[in-house]
């Protein structure tokens, strides 16, 4: 494995005791126009997001489209600033960042994108793509930058002749594989995924995880792992966040959630998981409660969110406190799971 490169200008030593992510309650919100001569509105797009990521760690964030997921995915990778909360990665507190600190920043946390046709420059040579970085962010030589790319070709499975050829004459599997290649060339301690895999065919699919997951054990690597795809998370998480309008509804190790997820949200889309011999998964209830078995409606407009629980117009357990109330996230059961529903909390 090569050494990290050393990164122009250098920064002061990362704290390498401290977890490589915190998010403390971190939020995103817009301010949209809702017409002429109407006042603006307010989207939570991320609204109060807490957790820890480890080195070496995987943390799945599933959830329908616009629960937050890419909004969560851009102020992690420095994208966008939130509008409120702190979020520190690798011990550097990122909102109070100067600008030299945030550069370095930048080099810490990269993105694999889902779609590796838009992703990658069709006009450049691979050798070309993987250089930019090295020859932006080291004081490598020509030559040393040239083994560090092909040394990387070797790593993510291609060979030293693809280093001259373009992204048309690759496949989708292959293209991913260099898009990784890209994101590791600085040897950051942390990628986000956002659906890395859905734009690919189900075998290569496998190849992709795989290497993912060989790439984390070997690197220490920590993943944000942002899919719709319970079987891929499945395949890869080590703690599981389920998010619903910008909200965590649900936060757990990855063993306890899918083998028995608490909150009716997640009960729904756990219920909705062909098993592999075609059947649904039966998922057992939270205590006594009954595990809704569809969504009764489309989810609410995050410009217009219901008070209370955000999911009560669609929760056949809502009762009046859920929609007076919003639930908090607490502790629920044995198993290191976190629940925000009054329900499961009553139960
Ligand atoms: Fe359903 Fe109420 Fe729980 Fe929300 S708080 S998920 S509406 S039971």
């Not at 993987?130 to 070797?154: C, F, H, I, S």
């Not at 011999?277 to 409606?297: E, F, K, M, Q």
Request: hydrophobic share 40%; aromatic share 4%.
């Amino acid at each position: 494995m090569s050494a990290a490169p050393t990164l122009n200008p250098a920064p002061a030593a990362p704290d390498a005791q401290a977890p490589l992510l915190v998010a403390d309650d971190l939020s995103r919100h817009y301010r949209v126009s809702r017409g002429l001569f109407q006042p603006q509105a307010t989207v939570r797009a991320l609204n109060g997001v807490s957790f820890t990521l480890q080195r070496g760690r995987t943390l799945g964030v599933v959830g329908e489209s616009g629960c937050g997921k890419s909004t969560l995915a851009r102020a992690l990778t420095l994208v966008e600033a939130p509008t409120a909360g702190r979020l520190q990665i690798a011990g550097t507190e990122v909102t109070t960042a100067d600008a030299a600190r945030r550069r370095w920043l930048r080099t810490q946390v990269q993105m694999v994108f889902q779609n590796p046709y838009g992703s990658l420059n069709p006009r450049k040579r691979i050798a070309q793509m993987l250089d930019e970085p090295l020859k932006l962010n080291t004081p490598l030589t020509a030559a040393e930058r040239q083994e560090r790319v092909l040394r990387m070709l070797e790593t993510v499975g291609l060979r030293a002749e693809h280093a001259q050829r373009y992204p048309h004459m690759f496949s989708g599997g292959q293209r991913q594989r260099i898009a990784i290649a890209r994101a590791l060339m600085l040897s950051p301690p942390l990628l986000v995924a956002d659906e890395p895999t859905s734009a690919l065919d189900v075998s290569v699919q496998a190849q992709i995880l795989n290497l993912l997951r060989d790439l984390q054990r070997e690197r220490q690597l920590g993943y944000v792992f942002i899919s719709h795809n319970l079987g891929v998370i499945e395949h890869l998480a080590d703690e599981v966040m389920v998010m619903y309008l910008g909200r965590v509804v649900e936060r757990a190790p990855k063993a306890a959630l899918f083998a028995r997820p608490l909150h009716p949200y997640s009960q729904v889309l756990w219920a909705a998981v062909p098993r592999l011999d075609g059947a649904r998964r039966v998922v057992a209830p939270a205590a006594d409660l009954t595990p809704p078995s569809a969504l009764r409606s489309e989810p609410p407009s995050p410009l217009n969110l219901p008070p209370g629980c955000a999911f009560h117009q669609r929760c056949p357990l809502a009762d009046a406190r859920c929609r007076a109330e919003l639930p908090a996230l607490r502790p629920a059961g044995a198993a290191g799971q976190w629940v925000a529903c009054h329900r499961v909390e009553e139960g």
